[in-house]
């Protein structure tokens, strides 16, 4: 289209309505590419998904033919165990016919031997009736010479018999001589015992004693120096001035007497010297 200006004419071209063509066009050719691909890609997932079906019959089939063919295998391996088997059985029963067939041979020959061992024997029976005879002639004289022999062993067992009965005797006397051993040791044992109680008690009273006598021995040196402390020169005191003192008053001993304490004299020995001559 063409429009005029103001300052004169000039020329112009609008472009949107061939580009709204064109785009339109586009759009169209679009619509029907996405329609074809659509339509093809129905055909094609149809196709696809039978193709898929017949993928799982096919490996459907394959499955039942390997588990027919492990089954046939199976088949096939048992098939050969049992003709192992029947082979092994087949040699052990030709094995054991020819051990039989020996056997049978072994006993035709046993058989054979048996034969000429009963000839043998025969004729060894004829010697052994005459030997026989003989045997009984010689059992009955040996049968007398038992019998006497048997006699005699009854006598002397008649005589043993006494001798068991004397050895009784015998038995018995030594059982109450060992009855009175006995009583005799039990009354051993009891004065044994005894012998150690008072043996006891002696040793206790000993140490008892022992124990006196060391009280007493420190009882005679106390006493001992008790009697040198009075012996000794003591300084002259007041009493023999003839003023009052506490002598009179005094215990035996003090410092202030001139005399010493007259000792206690016992008539009765010193347990000590008891104790000792004990």
Same mark, same amino acid.
């Given at each position: ?15 949107? &309505?061939?580009?709204? $063509? ?18 093809? #890609? ?28 492990? =089954? ?13 088997? %029947? ?16 056997? =049978? ?6 058989? $054979? ?6 000839? $043998?024997? #025969? ?20 049968? +007398? ?37 006995? $009583? ?13 109680? #008072? %043996?006891?008690? %002696?040793?206790?009273?000993?140490? %008892? ?10 009882? +005679?040196?106390?006493? +001992? ?9 003591? /300084? ?9 003192? /506490? ?7 003090? &410092?202030?007497?001139?005399? /010493? ?9 010193? /347990? ?7």
């Amino acid at each position: 289209m063409y429009t005029l200006g103001r300052q004169g004419s000039r020329r112009t071209v609008n472009i949107w &309505p061939g580009f709204v $063509d064109g785009l339109a066009t586009l759009l169209l050719v679009v619509i029907f590419v996405l329609m074809v691909f659509m339509i093809a #890609q129905f055909f094609l997932s149809v196709a696809l998904s039978g193709r898929d079906q017949a993928l799982q019959r096919l490996n459907a089939e394959i499955d039942e033919l390997a588990d027919l063919l492990a =089954l046939e295998r199976d088949a096939n391996a048992e098939l050969r165990i049992n003709v192992a088997e %029947l082979s092994s059985q087949l040699q052990d029963s030709l094995a054991e016919q020819e051990s039989l067939t020996d056997q =049978l041979r072994g006993l035709m020959s046993e058989r $054979d031997s048996l034969a000429s061992q009963l000839a $043998d024997a #025969q004729a060894e029976a004829a010697q052994s009736t005459e030997e026989l005879a003989r045997l009984r002639e010689t059992l009955t004289e040996e049968q +007398d010479r038992l019998d006497a022999e048997r006699q005699r062993l009854n006598e002397a067992i008649a005589a043993m018999e006494v001798n068991k009965g004397r050895l009784q005797e015998a038995l018995a006397a030594i059982a109450a001589q060992k009855a009175e051993l006995e $009583d005799a040791y039990k009354t051993i044992d009891a004065d044994k015992e005894r012998i150690e109680t #008072q %043996l006891a008690e %002696l040793a206790i009273l000993k140490s %008892l004693r022992d124990e006196m006598m060391a009280k007493l021995a420190q009882a +005679d040196e106390a006493l +001992d120096a008790q009697t040198e402390m009075t012996t000794r020169p003591r /300084p002259r005191s007041p009493c023999s001035t003839g003023r009052s003192s /506490p002598c009179a008053s005094s215990l035996p001993g003090s &410092p202030w007497c001139s005399r /010493p304490p007259r000792r206690k004299t016992s008539s009765r020995r010193s /347990p000590s010297r008891t104790w000792a001559s004990a």
